[in-house]
Nanobody, 117 residues
Framework: QVQLVESGGGLVQAGGSLRLSCVAS????????MRWYRQAPGKQRELVAAVSSGGTITYADSVKGRFTISRDNAKNTVFLQMSSLKAEDTAVYYC???????????WGQGTQVTVSA
């Protein structure tokens, strides 16, 4: 089992920045990749950014150039640096970790990010 705990959410003005953290604990050695998702009220959960164990990084088009995902393996932590925030970035942000073999997936409890216009 893997436990994920997010932190760093909050209220910020448009144009501001926040950094989210997700600390993994438990059986972490099998983690192959970690991602950040978000879910705004009334909308489906969407992928924001992902980093694989090999270091491959991908971003949603809506956050490219503004968000940066990074991973500190020594601290079992993945970060999401968010800059130039917009009102449409308001959502609950979730950390996600997965294993390929055996196939397993884990979710954090989520952290609220609210961007005021």
């Amino acid at each position: 089992q893997v436990q994920l705990v997010e932190s760093g959410g909050g209220l910020v003005q448009a144009g501001g920045s926040l950094r989210l953290s997700c600390v993994a604990s438990g059986s972490i050695f099998g983690i192959d990749g970690m991602r950040w998702y978000r879910q705004a009220p009334g909308k489906q959960r969407e992928l924001v950014a992902a980093v694989s164990s090999g270091g491959t990084i991908t971003y949603a088009d809506s956050v490219k150039g503004r968000f940066t995902i990074s991973r500190d393996n020594a601290k079992n932590t993945v970060f999401l640096q968010m800059s130039s925030l917009k009102a449409e970035d308001t959502a609950v942000y979730y950390c996600y970790a997965y294993q390929l073999s055996p196939s397993r997936a884990y979710w954090g409890q989520g952290t609220q990010v609210t961007v005021s216009a």
